[in-house]
């Protein structure tokens, strides 16, 4: 029943810009943290950023630090990860997810799962 639905992906050249957005049902994630995770073919899955309860609380990787931007309405239900100055490192299929806990810890568990979308960046 709980569903989170990514989209938004696509194959850009380096430099270029790209919003990913999430879009969740059967569940009220308000007091929950997000976050978007991506893996590239061959590699560990990898955290990217998340976001608190409180909107105005949010955490990157230093991979993505001043490139992305992790945000959320929650009235919308919908997560977003608006991705700037795309390299080709950050090729990979990206997911959005949630946990029950409303903050975000480095190692934190994630409860629910999107099915992921593929962000294709060409040098």
């Known amino acids: 029943q709980v569903q989170l639905v990514e989209s938004g992906g696509g194959s850009v050249q380096a430099g270029a810009s790209l919003t990913l957005s999430c879009a969740t049902s059967?569940?009220?994630?308000?007091?929950?943290?997000m976050a978007w995770f991506r893996q590239a073919s061959g590699k560990e899955r990898e955290f990217v950023a998340a976001?608190?309860?409180?909107?105005?609380?949010?955490h990157y990787s230093e991979s993505v630090r001043g490139r992305f931007i992790i945000a959320r309405e929650n009235g919308k239900k919908m997560l977003y990860l608006q991705m700037n100055d795309l390299q080709p490192e950050d090729t990979a299929v990206y997911f959005c997810?949630?946990?029950?806990?409303?903050?975000?810890?480095?190692?934190?568990?994630?409860?629910?799962w999107g099915q992921g979308t593929q962000v294709t960046v060409s040098s």
């Open positions: 976001i608190d309860w409180n909107v105005q609380s949010t």
């Open positions: 997810a949630g946990r029950r806990g409303a903050l975000y810890h480095s190692g934190a568990t994630f409860d629910y």
């Open positions: 059967g569940r009220d994630f308000s007091y929950n943290a």
